[in-house]
């Protein structure tokens, strides 16, 4: 099968560009730009240099692999990819001033097909201190902006296209039409990638790497580890265990639903383990958020352990999307970790059980478009994201009992209404948080010193970015009467209007 190589140098919208490239129907694979060699060349159709936080102009800046300039074939370097490549064919790069940071209009100078079928002005999306101060002997500039003259570059020679701008993102305009322009039209990629083929492929990888050994896959109702507990029985069938672990930290009667849920897979065993006193002890005055998601992590592998030995088990599957992979630390380039997912970063660096992540390299749109073809239910696939490390998150500060069902109350008024209002399916995630500070309030007439609920509402695709989702203000006053008049010990009701970037979904 045709596929796109994207070299990773470290930028937080590598993923994007992957996402684009798959929104294609065109199959591709993310390297380190640290690697130096490569699989499956001979099905290689064409190379992405991905943009990174690094300036070229550093003394340990990471270098374009020489494979690239082997194979010979189309490259589009993006950002930082097109000034690592400037410099390698002899070019000048300045380290600017400033940053330069947001939008900008672009205009097309040269026709050229990496912008066919575009209009010759559009706006662009711009993030770089770097900039192109003169081009190498046999390039030529296609297109600029107000302040830079190089913000599209083509080398007839090599077959480099270089964009000092983002078409990943979504504030830029046609930016998916010129990755396809790119990875299609010039690259001459065949649109072969489809849900069915990655079904097949993943069966085939697991059976592969497990082989009739038992697989513990680790389940928490959510459409991620449904698809995965899905392809590992078809994978290995009755060799594959689901186990529910309780630890505590669950929504309002979360445990009870999952087990009801999962009870109609019948293909599969369901364990279901309460370990809630194990998670709360050793969570107990814990207050640093990257702590909790490690202790959170080592936890469940702890009890997943003790499961292994008593089933015989030495694999354990989760749902690892590429989304946590990135959020929590540079596994495939000099990226910055954001935050620890509690299934990657929380991870012990020894384990007795051996990882098995057939989604990591997917989104959350492709694994939901994944279980709509296994025949998943809409209850699975539409379910809003729900982490790992559960309410401990969104528990700003300690953790207490008292504080987790207060939470609990709150976020299940939340959903409820927002279900009953029919907003539920238009929003990616919406949750509670409950902040660690009190301020004073007016209740029956009598002074009250109680806590502060926020509501996050998102809306987004693929959980890299979203917007703040705009309900209607009758909705969350009715959301905010609930809460204060229902759940003892809240008093104030607020609402996150923060977009992703600057902040992240969830709160920790």
Not at 78 to 99: A, E
Not at 391 to 397: C, M, Q, Y
Not at 398 to 425: G, N
């Amino acid at each position: 099968m045709d596929w796109i190589l994207i070299i990773d140098f470290g930028s937080q919208y590598t993923q994007l560009i992957a996402r684009k490239i798959r929104e294609q129907n065109i199959y591709c694979r993310v390297l380190s730009c640290f690697e130096n060699k490569i699989e499956d060349a001979e099905h290689l159709k064409g190379i992405f240099l991905s943009g990174g936080p690094s300036s070229v102009a550093d003394e340990n800046a990471p270098e374009i692999p020489d494979y690239v300039f082997d194979l010979k074939l189309p490259i589009l370097g993006i950002c930082y990819g097109l000034q690592g490549m400037i410099r390698r064919l002899g070019g000048v790069v300045r380290k600017s001033s400033k940053q330069e940071y947001g939008p900008a209009e672009l205009k097309v100078i040269s026709s050229n097909i990496l912008f066919r079928g575009l209009p010759r002005s559009f706006q662009v999306w711009m993030s770089h201190g770097d900039s192109t101060l003169r081009l190498p002997k046999g390039c030529k500039c296609i297109a600029s902006t107000k302040s830079l003259k190089y913000a599209a570059v083509y080398c007839k020679e090599k077959r480099f296209y270089g964009l000092q701008f983002h078409p990943e993102v979504y504030h830029t305009e046609y930016g998916g039409k010129i990755i396809y322009n790119f990875a299609v039209n010039i690259c001459g990629t065949k649109r072969h990638w489809t849900a069915g083929r990655f079904v097949n492929r993943a069966v085939k990888q697991i059976k592969d790497e497990v082989g009739g050994s038992k697989v513990i896959c680790a389940l928490s109702g959510g459409v991620d580890s449904a698809v995965c507990a899905t392809l590992l029985s078809r994978a290995v069938g009755k060799n594959a265990i689901a186990v529910f672990i309780d630890n505590g930290l669950l929504r309002k009667n979360e445990g009870d639903d999952v087990e009801r849920a999962f009870a109609t897979f019948n293909s599969l065993k369901f364990k279901r383990v309460n370990a809630s006193d194990i998670f709360l002890k050793r969570l107990k005055g814990v207050k640093d958020p990257e702590r909790k998601r490690k202790i959170i992590g080592r936890t469940f592998i702890k009890v997943f352990d003790g499961i292994a030995r008593s089933e015989n088990v030495e694999y354990l599957a989760q749902g690892t999307l590429y989304p946590d992979l990135i959020e929590s630390k540079s596994f495939k380039g000099p990226s910055t970790t954001i935050k620890s997912h509690h299934n990657v970063g929380g991870l012990p660096k020894r384990m007795k059980l051996k990882i098995v992540e057939p989604l990591k390299d997917l989104f959350k749109d492709e694994v939901r478009s994944i279980g709509k073809s296994l025949g998943l239910p809409k209850k699975f696939l539409m379910r809003h994201p729900f982490p790992g490390p559960g309410l401990a998150v969104r528990i700003i500060g300690r953790i207490t009992t008292e504080r987790l069902q207060l939470l609990r109350e709150a976020d299940d008024i939340f959903i409820s209404e927002l279900k009953h209002s029919k907003q539920y399916d238009k929003i990616w995630q919406a949750f509670c948080v409950l902040l660690p500070i009190k301020s004073v309030g007016v209740m029956g007439d009598e002074r009250s010193y109680e806590y502060t609920i926020a509501l996050r509402a998102v809306t987004g695709v693929d959980g890299m970015t979203a917007d703040w989702a705009k309900l209607p203000n009758t909705l969350l006053e009715r959301i905010a009467s609930r809460i204060t008049g229902e759940v003892k010990g809240v008093n104030r009701v607020v609402y996150d209007i923060t977009s992703k970037p600057p902040a992240t979904i969830e709160w920790e």
